[in-house]
């Protein structure tokens, strides 16, 4: 059984057959006419309640339910959609030679100004930092305070210290902070979870394996490959992305968490995603109609640097490298006229592409990451 809701149209031409069948030759359905607007009016009011209706219904089914009615459909399931993760940087404190120590405490906060057409973004530190007498300049690891991308900043944004620290005499973010954690989960992937959930309520499977590690905070994505061959029969390799491995607290968290619902007899063998090295070089042309100083081409080298190295950050583990999706990155870019030469080595040993290349592949548990981007915009 469905729900099928009515059209304005149809509402009132039902409305309009029922008044002439009754009223034959009585009913002035013209338009302007005082019972068409009141009918049209009622037809109206009719249609919308029949569409919020059909929201309602929609709700109760995961395959249509969207935003918040698909959060509290989850939630019979006990599933929370997963929250986005924290943008992280680096700052940069200054103080004058003195003759005492300065203790930078964890979660001294710093910001952004507070604009109207800006408000501000707060970060904080992540960990206690002494600051010795003799130096001039501390950097410390900074994560913001709030989730999410919209809180990545640009270099030197980052310039106030809400409670000062006596000593201290200014701070600054010499480069931007990225994002380079997991999304907020969109309704595509909340529903294809949820499913899993049902899927593998009885464990044991390999569903039950990526589901669990995905509803778990820093993961970005799980690959997992099962091999069927008889050297490796009852392994299987489980790539994940997102989070340090080297870690040896996390790594047995990790392993507990896949012991609870791996099939017995099947041998789990953990690692990160395998990281391919990629250094690229890259000659933009900057618009030609504007006057450009030598500070204002670092800027939009700077941008031109962020806006591959994002790119390259947020492909999927075993993704193909599109070069024409790179280089309409680039362009997007403003004040970026044209992309002149592209050279990129890849991997260890490396293998050179120019921008003639359409694709470059990898391999199922493989992920690019930017290891040296260069940027140069002409004209010099």
């Given at each position: 059984?469905?729900f099928?809701p009515?059209?304005f ?7 309009e ?8 030759g009585?009913a002035?359905?013209q338009?302007?006419?005082?019972m ?15 569409e ?5 219904y929609k ?11 698909l959060?509290?459909?989850?939630a019979i ?16 404190f200054?103080r ?5 120590d300065i203790?930078?405490p ?6 952004t ?6 408000p501000?973004?707060s970060y904080?530190?992540?960990?206690d930092?002494?600051f ?24 030197e ?10 000593g ?6 010499p ?5 380079t ?11 294809r979870?949820?499913?899993?959930a049902?899927?593998t309520?009885g464990?044991?499977?390999?569903i039950?394996?990526?589901?669990t590690l995905?509803?778990?905070p ?14 490796k ?16 607290t ?5 392993q507990?968490?896949?012991d609870?619902?791996r099939?017995?007899?099947v041998?789990?063998?953990?690692q990160p ?23 204002d ?18 492909m ?13 990155q ?5 004040d ?26 990898r ?5 690019f ?5 260069t ?6």
């Open positions: 059984m469905s099928e009515k059209k149209d149809q509402v009132y031409a039902e409305m057959q029922q008044t002439r069948d009754q009223l034959p009585m002035d359905f338009v302007g006419s005082v068409r607007t009141m009918y049209e009016s009622f037809a109206y009011e009719i249609a919308l309640l029949y919020q209706m059909h929201q309602v709700a109760a089914y995961i395959d249509h339910a969207e935003g918040v009615h959060d509290m459909l989850v399931l006990g599933i929370k959609r997963n929250l986005p993760d924290y943008a992280e940087g680096e700052v940069t200054k004058d030679p003195g003759k005492e203790v930078i964890a979660g001294t906060l710093v910001t100004e507070d604009r109207k057409d800006a501000k973004k904080k530190t992540l960990e930092q002494s010795l007498a003799t130096a001039t300049e501390q950097s410390v690891k900074v994560l913001a305070v709030e989730r999410g991308e919209s809180k990545v900043v640009a270099a944004a980052i310039h106030i210290i809400p409670l000062p620290i006596p201290i005499k200014s701070v600054i973010n480069a931007a902070t990225r994002f954690g997991k999304q907020a989960e969109t309704d595509d992937d909340l529903r979870r949820a499913k899993n049902l899927i309520s464990k044991a499977s390999l039950a394996i990526e589901n995905l509803s778990l820093g993961i970005k994505e799980v690959k997992l490959i099962e091999h069927f061959d008889n050297e029969y009852g392994v299987v390799d489980v790539f994940v992305d997102g989070t340090d491995l080297d870690r040896e996390r790594r047995q968290f990790l507990g968490q896949i609870q619902v099939a017995a007899g041998y789990i063998k953990l995603a395998v990281k391919i090295q990629l250094d690229g070089v890259f000659v933009i042309e900057a618009n030609p109609q504007r006057a450009w100083s030598e500070s081409r670092q800027v939009l080298e700077k941008t031109v640097q962020e806006a591959i190295i994002h790119f390259l950050d947020q999927r583990m075993g993704q193909t490298l599109q070069l024409n999706q790179l280089i309409r680039i362009l997007s870019v403003p970026v006229s044209n992309l002149d030469r592209v050279q990129l080595s890849v991997g260890n040993p490396a293998q050179n592409y120019t921008i003639e290349t359409r694709q470059i592949p391999a199922p548990s493989e992920k990451y930017a290891n040296k981007i940027v140069t915009a002409s004209p010099e």
